[in-house]
């Protein structure tokens, strides 16, 4: 709207098209907050904050799909949690896959990183080809891998080719499968810990390095006490993302081992709310787990967050 | 590495660990063009004779299921990630410039939405959703990815309003520019990069994103394309060519995108990254 085409419409003492103008573009007025917060804000409250609530609320109820009513049943949904076997199965599962997850493309991020901390078009080409699993969908991730791990996919025909008479069941042994679920999440995750790194390493001086160097510092005590502090605020970075990302894993759980194999042996947190309340659908008991996961997540966040933080700080 | 290394070694062992890295992706992109027997009988080996029946097969198969999931995918991601982009930008925007302490609240709950788990929140929204007539719907999918993402969106617009001059705000309102026009005219051009990369984050997720569409959109109404490479699991289940050529047709389309705005990709990530 240009400001020459303003017409004066009646209205109230004040409320004139001059008044109006004036009040949009004086102070946090209310007509700038609804036009420019108001939209974003009311989306979000609807379909995230007030959900939220909402899952506490079923959480006190026996609400399911089939019961024709649905009772205030008080803290009962937690009792039952605390010796459901599937759920607490679940919580193991969970802290399995949340430590490797996080471990991991951890400690391979920093040496992919490292190593490809030049320039050059070759370098660039590589840091392309780690980032690329970060771009494909984690169905077809999960997809490729369950051919590549399958009981007579490429992985053991190569072990059979090298003499190994029976090689593991990666996805169908209950006792690995959560291993090798991890390494496949590991192996997606591992793109972003190396460009984060790498970013990291970008702002670390060469001169530090240097210094160190001609005070006779070898390439490992260089790394442990120069470069390494510095790359602390990557750290938490990496951290807190693959903390928050491993533990809602589902699609990986969903399409290669469906919880299996075995009772639940890869059901992970995520994947058992969502079983118990889209599949069993009863969705009190559900939402109680789901109350549960988020407290967890959250504590575990802001923890995690917390201790790496104040490690930058002290640098 | 220490400096007595010879030069050659740094590139060799990057290209080694590099090379073991995208076997996976190696094997995603030869099996395309492999008969299924091939693809069963040896994973690993180039194809021989390369063959392009499976991109076929997918593309003119009977039950057009690439094409009807692709127009759902392309209609749900590209009406997302516009709306996003818009929504988020003002919002940042106004909270930017804003300190008080409703501005601060709203930006703690925001950050709060960051780390949200979907699985906490999708029981309570098919509720809102069909309360809203929205279940099931593609109007509903995409309301539920803006409320789900904007927290991003802010985050990413927020952090690089620090890098537009308030002064050239307070120039254009002296010269009689509304807000809104002072917002459109001169703040949203300047975060272009911003923009590219709340659009290239976004388009990626929700391009791929499976569980949301899964409960959201459901099976009933049809399949975005990720919900229908999992739809299709059963059926392909004997055909391994045509579940890799299904999975290729389904990436290209957002690897194309990403490929061509990648440097802003990677700008915006690591600008996040050192802005915390």
């Known amino acids: ?315 | 590495m220490s400096r007595s290394s010879p030069p050659w070694l740094r590139p060799l062992v990057a290209l080694a660990v590099a090379a073991i890295f995208a076997i996976p992706l190696y094997i995603a992109l030869i099996n395309v063009f492999k008969q299924s027997r091939q693809v069963a009988a040896d994973t690993l080996a180039p194809p021989a004779p390369p063959t392009l029946d499976n991109l076929v097969h997918v593309l003119t198969g009977p039950d057009s299921l690439f094409w009807s999931s692709l127009r759902t995918s392309v209609l749900v991601t590209s009406l997302s990630i516009a709306v996003l982009a818009v929504l988020s930008a003002m919002l940042g925007h106004y909270l930017a410039r804003h300190t008080g302490w409703w501005s601060r609240a709203i930006m703690v709950l925001l950050l709060c939405g960051l780390m949200i788990p979907p699985q906490v929140i999708l029981i309570p929204v098919t509720q809102v959703l069909k309360s809203l007539g929205l279940m099931s719907t593609l109007q509903g999918l995409v309301l539920f990815n803006v409320g789900y993402y904007v927290p991003f969106g802010v985050f990413v617009f927020s952090g690089f309003m620090k890098a537009v001059p308030r002064e050239l705000e307070e120039a254009a309102a002296i010269d009689g520019a509304t807000r809104w026009q002072t917002f459109w005219r001169i703040v949203f051009p300047l975060l272009r990069p911003a923009t590219a990369s709340v659009l290239i984050f976004l388009g990626v997720w929700i391009w791929n994103d499976f569980l949301n569409p899964l409960i959201i959109y459901g099976p009933r109404e049809g399949t975005t394309i990720m919900t229908g490479v999992y739809k299709s699991l059963g059926q392909y289940a004997a055909d391994f060519g045509g579940m890799f050529a299904l999975m290729f047709l389904a990436t290209l389309p957002i690897l194309v995108f990403y490929l061509l705005l990648q440097k802003q990709f990677v700008k915006g990530l690591t600008g996040g990254a050192t802005k915390g």
């Open chain 1, 1 to 315: 709207m240009a400001v020459g085409t303003i017409h004066r419409r009646p209205g109230p003492a004040g409320t004139d098209a001059r008044g109006r103008r004036d009040r949009r573009r004086r102070g946090p007025g209310l007509w700038h907050f609804l036009t420019f917060a108001a939209p974003g804000t009311l989306v979000y409250l609807c379909l995230v904050l007030a959900p939220i609530i909402m899952s506490v609320g079923y959480s006190l109820t026996n609400q399911a799909l089939l019961r024709p009513r649905t009772e205030f049943v008080g803290l009962r949904n937690y009792e039952l949690l605390l010796r459901d076997e599937t759920f607490l199965q679940s919580l193991r599962v969970t802290t399995i896959l949340t430590l490797i997850v996080v471990i991991v493309p951890n400690v391979l991020g920093v040496a992919v990183a490292v190593l490809l901390d030049r320039r050059g078009w070759l370098y660039n080409a590589l840091r392309s080809v780690f980032f690329t699993p970060m771009v494909i969908s984690s169905v077809v991730i999960s997809v490729i891998w369950t051919r590549i791990l399958a009981d007579d996919g490429p992985v053991n025909q190569a072990l059979r080719a090298l003499g190994v008479r029976e090689p593991p069941g990666w996805l169908s042994d209950p006792d690995i499968a959560l291993y090798s679920l991890s390494s496949i999440v590991c192996w997606q995750m591992l793109g972003f810990c190396v460009v984060v790194y790498l970013a990291g390493l970008q702002g670390v001086p060469q001169e530090l390095g240097e210094a160190a160097a001609i005070d006779g510092a070898g390439a490992v005590r260089r790394f442990r006490h120069v470069t390494w502090p510095l790359l602390a605020p990557a750290l938490t970075i990496n951290t807190v993302v693959l903390l928050i990302s491993a533990f809602k894993i589902f699609d990986h759980v969903k399409v290669i081992t469906n919880g299996g194999p075995g009772t639940g042996t890869t059901a992970s947190v995520a994947f058992v709310v969502l079983q118990e309340g889209f599949v069993e659908n009863r969705t009190g008991y559900a939402s109680a787990e789901a109350v549960v996961m988020l407290v967890v997540i959250a504590a575990l966040s802001v923890v995690t967050l917390r201790i790496l933080q104040r490690r930058e700080v002290q640098l």
